[in-house]
């Protein structure tokens, strides 16, 4: 590509930031975004009191500063960015929030929405938005972020993990536009952030707390970066084409950049799956496989001699397919395993976030049934095809398989089982009201109507 219509295409996005109306979105996309907020803001509820996020809190509380922003659920005012930042960690702490963004019916790797959407609700705090702004402006930080992964052919062997690089670029178009940055500053922001970005996938490989951490520093990022662009800063002139912009640095370069002003200002692409089980996206058709299994034959674990999960190659080599070991933080050890999740649906017959606590990631039961079982490899090459076949003591085998596991746009949830996800949440968390958590659902459900995002934050407080 030449450097012109590079230009034109980082001009467009500007242009899209900065003159995009509530009015030109489509109401299913406007729904979708009602309900991946609610998905969000029940998933934050969930993970608000994971031991992490309060030693976070207190580094925060500690650090001080300007108290403009709400930190969800504690309710104290700390520095938008920092706010933003945790709340963003909470959302991600069960790893439950809305995944893979969806084009054209392909799915592709990432987990936007948990940034984006803290992002957006701390922000439209500081500005104190109206509810056709909050979506307006989300769904704008979702689709920048949507379509600069999709144009970059993401593939997890270049070991960058794309929450702590795509994302920021969303959080700053949200941020640019909340704050009316005009035209010249949006772009410096783009520039600014690009020297931000960053995130290895060693975290999950080594099963660490950070495995969040890219969740936060992207929405930190792109409001920092953001507000130095309206102070005057400047930055690099094209953060995604430049001789050392994203493409050239994070990517193998762009290999689709039709898809980042294909039906721009028209389409708004966002996350599109909508996890039933608090873990890794990947273990989800080995739980679907095995909970269909235990309903359909109501098998016991002491009559279970062995279980074996077929997946692809690509699977077994994945951290997801590796053996089951407890390291230095328990919780991502077992959420990022295939053999833990497995043995919590035979045994347990559902896989929810009190699954992921100390106590039962140490249950003896468990540890010694993920021992029996076994990873084989399919010969399709599908991630998302796996078969669980489960074999008795006395002989018998069961077979279960998906194609597309539950959550997915082609094998969705639906609205009812999505409330019926935020009240686990709700419940699970013991933080919100039930009455505040009844209203905050109330209020996104008719957020079209909300006079101010501060009302609805205000709910989300002890």
């Known amino acids: ?126 500005a104190d938005i109206n509810g056709r702004e909050l979506i307006t402006s989300l769904l704008l930080g979702d689709d920048i972020a949507a379509r600069i992964l999709i144009a970059s052919g993401f593939e997890f062997d270049q070991g960058w993990d794309n929450i702590g690089t795509v994302n920021a670029f969303g959080t700053t178009a949200i941020t640019g536009r909340l704050l009316g940055l005009d035209r010249r500053q949006i772009r410096n922001a783009f520039g600014i952030v690009l020297n931000q970005i960053a995130g290895s996938l060693q975290i999950v490989w080594d099963g660490t707390t950070s495995f969040k951490l890219c969740q936060g520093l992207s929405a930190r990022s792109g409001i920092f970066s953001t507000r130095l662009a309206k102070a005057g800063w400047t930055g690099p002139d094209d953060a995604l084409f430049g001789q050392f912009g994203y493409y050239n640095l994070y990517t193998k370069g762009c290999k689709n950049p039709q898809a980042l002003t294909k039906e721009l200002g028209k389409e708004f692409y966002s996350d599109g799956t909508f996890k039933p089980y608090p873990c890794c996206r990947i273990t989800h058709g080995p739980i679907d496989c095995s909970l269909a299994l235990v309903n359909k034959y109501g098998l016991a674990a002491e009559d279970i001699q062995e279980v074996i999960v077929y997946a692809s190659a690509g699977v077994l080599k994945h951290i997801c397919g590796q053996p089951f070991r407890i390291g230095d933080y328990p919780h991502a050890n077992a959420a990022f395993n295939i053999r833990y999740t497995v043995a919590t649906a035979l045994l347990r017959k559902s896989v929810r976030p009190e699954h992921f606590t100390l106590e039962s990631i140490n249950d003896p039961a468990l540890m010694a049934f993920t021992k029996i079982i076994k990873m084989s490899e399919l010969p399709e090459a599908d991630l998302s095809r796996v078969k669980v076949k489960v074999i008795t003591k006395d002989g018998r085998e069961h077979l279960e398989s998906t194609e597309i596991p539950r959550g997915d746009p082609q094998n969705p949830l639906s609205k009812e089982e999505l409330i019926d996800k935020f009240w686990t949440n709700v419940e699970f968390g013991r933080t919100v009201t039930r009455e505040n958590a009844k209203k905050a659902l109330e209020m996104i459900e008719n957020l079209e109507n909300l006079n101010s995002v501060r009302d609805l934050t205000r709910l989300l407080v002890v």
Do not use: W
Request: proline fraction near 5%.
């Open 1 to 126: 590509m030449n450097t012109n219509s590079e230009n034109t295409i980082l001009d467009k996005i500007i242009t899209t930031i900065m003159e995009t109306r509530f009015e030109d979105i489509n109401q299913a996309t406007i729904d979708h975004a009602k309900n991946r907020i609610t998905d969000v803001v029940g998933c934050l509820i969930g993970g608000a009191t994971e031991p992490s996020n309060l030693q976070m809190l207190d580094i925060f509380k500690d650090f001080g500063g300007k108290p403009e922003s709400t930190i969800l659920i504690y309710g104290d005012k700390v520095p938008a960015q920092n706010a933003a930042m945790l709340n963003s960690l909470m959302a991600r702490s069960f790893d439950f929030e809305p995944v893979s963004p969806m084009v054209d019916g392909t799915s592709f790797p990432g987990h936007i929405s948990g940034t984006t959407v803290m992002t957006a609700l701390t922000m439209g705090e500081v």
